[in-house]
């Protein structure tokens, strides 16, 4: 596997973690009738699946990433929530939220360039 792939895929790890933190959010909403069916349904144990196959392939991963730039690509993970609870919760995404994934993307150019 070439460096790059290693990038692609700590990059894929945290979109699966975000995706999995989506999951989450989606079950906390929902209205169960015990607590045990609050922590033990599929979106919960979905979710925690996803958490642990994203662990994974961070570890794996960085076998080849360096530690320096492994936060900067987690960072990924702000601007993947937007846009998933965008899409999966149908949440509104407001100025605030658009002008803190600029900043994110332009903190992650200026550490990849400098």
């Not at 990038?7 to 945290?14: E, M």
């Not at 320096?68 to 100025?95: A, D, N, Q």
Request: no cysteine; aromatic share 16%; glycine share 6%.
């Amino acid at each position: 596997m070439s460096n790059w792939m290693y990038f692609a895929l700590y990059l894929v790890s945290v979109l699966v973690a975000s995706l999995s933190q989506v999951i989450l959010k989606k079950s906390a909403l929902m209205k169960y009738e015990t607590r045990i069916k609050e922590y033990l349904n599929p979106y919960v144990i979905g979710a925690y699946g996803f958490f642990f196959i994203s662990a994974f392939m961070t570890t794996l991963a960085y076998k080849v990433v360096p530690l320096t730039i492994g936060p900067v690509l987690e960072s990924t993970g702000y601007i993947y929530i937007g846009v998933l609870s965008l899409l999966i919760l149908k949440e509104k995404l407001s100025r605030r939220k658009i002008l803190g994934n600029i900043l994110i993307i332009a903190g992650i150019f200026i550490y990849a360039f400098i």
